[in-house]
C-alpha cells in the first residue's frame, strides 16, 4: 500500500495522523511552467518600465532581476505556502511534519534550484524524485520539505430527511459506514444509479427500484440520528 | 453516541476553532490582532480528541474529512514561529552569524585552503612566467582585463564600453552577479560536495591567476588599489559560502550516526546561517565595489581603510555574538 499509495501520514504531538497529499512530477512541472511564465512577465515589465531611468534605473533592474531569478519563490512561499503556479495547481509547500515551510527551509529548498536544475531543465530534481519516496527534489530533501495537494474546502452536505428505519440485519461498522457513505453521495448520483445501486441490496431490502433507495436512506438516517 | 448527536454538541466549538483560525491564516499585516488566542490550543486539543472518536466510531467519511482538514489546519497554525523577522535579523548579524562561523570553523579553513591554495600557487607562477595566463582565459578575456586595470585607465576596474556606466549600474550589476556565484557555490554542495570543491578551486585559480599576471605586468597601482577594498568581505564571502556547500556535501558523503537523509537535512540547516551571513557580506561587497574602489580617492586611503575593514571583519568573525545563550 505505501509504495502505490501517494498518502503520507505524520503523526502529531496529539497522537493524531495527518494525512498528506504529495504531489508527482507532471503537475509540479506545470506549475513551474506557470512559474517560468509569470516571471517572464516580470522580467519583460521591468526591463521595460526602468530602461527609461538611466544609470540608477539599470541598477534598479538589476537588482530586481536578482530578486526575481532567486527569491521569488522565497517570497510566495512564506506569503501563502506556495508560488502563484504551485497555488493554482492546488499545491502548497509544507515541512515533512506538516507545519508550513518555514523561513530557512524555504531558502535551501530555492536556493538548491541552482543544482536541482543541473545539467538542464531540472534533470537532476527530476531524478531524485523518481527515485524518492515522497517526489523530493534535492532541495526539498535538505530543506526537509513536501510538495502536497492543498485541502480543498469540502462542502458539509446534510443528509436527505428521509425516515429512520432500523436496519433488518446486524452490520459491521465498514458496512454501516458504507450505508452512510451512500446517503452522501446520493445528491452527486443521478436517479438511475441511485436506483441501481440500492437495488443491489435486494436481499436485505427486499425492495427494488426508488423504493429501494429511500430504505437505505433511512438505515442511514437511523445509523446517524437515531430511531427520531 | 449517533453522529447527529455528537455534531450538535460540537459543532459551536469546531466554529469558534474554524473562526480563529481563519483569522490567523490572513496575512500577517491584516491581522487585526498578532496574539494567539488563549484557547486556541485546548479547542486544537479537544478538536483532535473528536477527530480520533469519529474514525474510531466510523462516522461518515465526510464528517472525518471536515475534522481532518480543521486538524490539518490548527496544526499547522500552533507549531508555527511567527513574527519579529527585523529583530531576527538583527540578532542573526549581531551574533548568529559569527557564532554559527565559530561553530563550523572546520569547514571553513577547508575551504579557504581550497580558495587559497591554488590562487597563491597560480598567481606566483603567472607573476613569474607571463604566457602561462594563456592557458586559463581566452585571449579577448585578457586583453579585457587588461584595459580594466591599465594605468591610463580613468575608471579602474572597468572596460572602455563599461567607463561610462554610472557606479549604479556597476552596484546593480555586482548584486545580480556575485550573489549569484556565492548562492550557487553553496548549491552545488549537494552534488556530494563535488561542485562546491570544484568552483573554490576554479575560482581560486583565476582570481589568483589574474592577481598574478597583472602584478607581473606592473599595474600595481591600479589593480591592488581597486581590489583592496572589497576584497574583505567578497573573498571571505567566497569562501563561506564554499564552508557551507562543503558542510552539505558532508551530510551526503559521510553522514555518521544519522541517515544519509537526515544527515543532509541536519547539514543544510546548519549551513544556512552561513549562506545568508555570506550572501549580507557580498551585498556589502557590491556596496564597496561600485562606489568606494571605483572612486577617485588617494591610493593610501583606500590602502589604509582595506587594512582597517579586514581588521575589523577578524575581530568581528572572533568575538562578535561571543557569550550570548553560551554560543563559543
Redesign the interface.
Known amino acids: 500500500m505505501t509504495l502505490t499509495d501517494t498518502v503520507r501520514r505524520h503523526e502529531?504531538p496529539?497522537?493524531?495522523r495527518?494525512?498528506l497529499r504529495l504531489a508527482g512530477p507532471v503537475v509540479r512541472a506545470c506549475a513551474w511552467s506557470i512559474d517560468m511564465l509569470i516571471r517572464a512577465i516580470l522580467y519583460g515589465l521591468v526591463s521595460g518600465v526602468f530602461a527609461f531611468f538611466?544609470?540608477?534605473g539599470?541598477?534598479?533592474?538589476?537588482?530586481m532581476?536578482?530578486l526575481i531569478?532567486?527569491f521569488y519563490p522565497v517570497v510566495f512561499e512564506l506569503?501563502?505556502g506556495a508560488s502563484p503556479g504551485k497555488k493554482s495547481m492546488g499545491l502548497v509547500v509544507?515541512q515533512d511534519?506538516?507545519?508550513?515551510v518555514?523561513?530557512?527551509s524555504s531558502?535551501?529548498r530555492n536556493?538548491?534550484?541552482?543544482?536541482d536544475f543541473?545539467p538542464f531543465l531540472y534533470a537532476?530534481g527530476l531524478l531524485s524524485m523518481l527515485i524518492n519516496n515522497n517526489f523530493q527534489r534535492?532541495?526539498d530533501?535538505?530543506?526537509?520539505t513536501l510538495v502536497v495537494y492543498r485541502?480543498a474546502?469540502?462542502e458539509?452536505?446534510k443528509l436527505a430527511n428521509a425516515e429512520s428505519l432500523r436496519p433488518p440485519v446486524d452490520l459491521s461498522?465498514?458496512e454501516?459506514?458504507e450505508l452512510?457513505?451512500f446517503?452522501?453521495r446520493c445528491p452527486q448520483l443521478s436517479q438511475e444509479r441511485q436506483i441501481e445501486l440500492a437495488t443491489s441490496l435486494y436481499p436485505v431490502t427486499g425492495k427494488r427500484g426508488p423504493a429501494a433507495v429511500k430504505e437505505i436512506l433511512g438505515y442511514a438516517a437511523w445509523?446517524?440520528?437515531?430511531s427520531r | 453516541m449517533?453522529?447527529?448527536?455528537f455534531e450538535q454538541r460540537y459543532q459551536p466549538l469546531w466554529q469558534r476553532l474554524d473562526q480563529q483560525l481563519d483569522q490567523l491564516e490572513t496575512?500577517r499585516l491584516r491581522r487585526s490582532s498578532d496574539e494567539l488566542p488563549a484557547d486556541l490550543p485546548q479547542l486544537?486539543?479537544q478538536l483532535?480528541n473528536h477527530?480520533?472518536l469519529s474514525r474510531a466510531?466510523?462516522?461518515?467519511?465526510?464528517?472525518v474529512?471536515?475534522l481532518?482538514?480543521l486538524?490539518?489546519r490548527g496544526?499547522?497554525q500552533l507549531?508555527?514561529?511567527r513574527g519579529a523577522?527585523l529583530w531576527r535579523l538583527l540578532t542573526f548579524i549581531a551574533s548568529d552569524f559569527p557564532a554559527s562561523l565559530r561553530l563550523n570553523i572546520g569547514y571553513v579553513w577547508v575551504a579557504l585552503a581550497l580558495f587559497l591554495l591554488p590562487a597563491l600557487l597560480v598567481g606566483g607562477y603567472c607573476m613569474i612566467d607571463d604566457t602561462f595566463i594563456h592557458s586559463l582565459m581566452s585571449d579577448a578575456e585578457i586583453s579585457n582585463m587588461e584595459e580594466m586595470y591599465r594605468p591610463d585607465n580613468a575608471r579602474p576596474g572597468r572596460t572602455l564600453e563599461r567607463s561610462a556606466?554610472?557606479?549604479?549600474?556597476?552596484?546593480?550589476?555586482y548584486?545580480?552577479n556575485n550573489?549569484?556565484i556565492g548562492?550557487?557555490t553553496?548549491?552545488?554542495?549537494?552534488?556530494a560536495g563535488v561542485?562546491t570543491v570544484f568552483t573554490l578551486f576554479y575560482n581560486g585559480i583565476v582570481i589568483g591567476g589574474v592577481a598574478g599576471y597583472l602584478t607581473g605586468l606592473g599595474y600595481t597601482d591600479t589593480f591592488w588599489s581597486f581590489v583592496c577594498g572589497h576584497s574583505a568581505l567578497e573573498l571571505t564571502a567566497i569562501v563561506i559560502s564554499g564552508a557551507a556547500g562543503l558542510m552539505?556535501g558532508r551530510?551526503v558523503i559521510s553522514p555518521g550516526r544519522y541517515s544519509r537523509?537526515d544527515a543532509?537535512?541536519l547539514q543544510?540547516?546548519k549551513a544556512?546561517p552561513l549562506?545568508?551571513g555570506a550572501g549580507l557580506m557580498l551585498l556589502g561587497a557590491a556596496f564597496i565595489e561600485a562606489f568606494w574602489s571605483a572612486s577617485s580617492l588617494p591610493n593610501t586611503v583606500k590602502y589604509v581603510a582595506a587594512i582597517i575593514l579586514w581588521i575589523m571583519m577578524i575581530l568581528y568573525f572572533m568575538f562578535a555574538g561571543r557569550g550570548a545563550d553560551g554560543a563559543r
Open positions: 502529531t496529539e497522537g493524531i495527518l494525512e538611466g544609470g540608477v539599470t541598477s534598479v533592474m538589476l537588482i532581476f536578482f531569478e532567486w506569503y501563502n509544507i511534519n506538516g507545519t508550513p518555514t523561513f530557512s531558502l535551501i536556493l538548491l534550484r541552482a543544482a543541473l537532476t534535492l532541495g530533501l535538505a530543506a526537509g485541502e474546502d469540502l458539509r452536505i461498522v465498514d454501516q459506514r452512510i457513505r446517503a452522501e445509523l446517524t440520528r437515531g | 449517533k453522529q447527529e448527536q496575512f486544537y486539543r483532535c477527530y480520533a466510531r466510523r462516522y461518515s467519511p465526510q464528517l474529512g471536515f481532518h482538514r486538524v490539518l496544526h499547522q507549531y508555527t514561529r523577522w556606466d554610472s557606479d549604479f549600474v556597476m552596484f546593480g550589476f548584486i545580480y550573489i549569484g548562492f550557487r553553496f548549491a552545488m554542495g549537494i552534488l561542485g552539505i551530510g537523509l543532509i537535512k543544510a540547516g544556512v549562506v545568508m
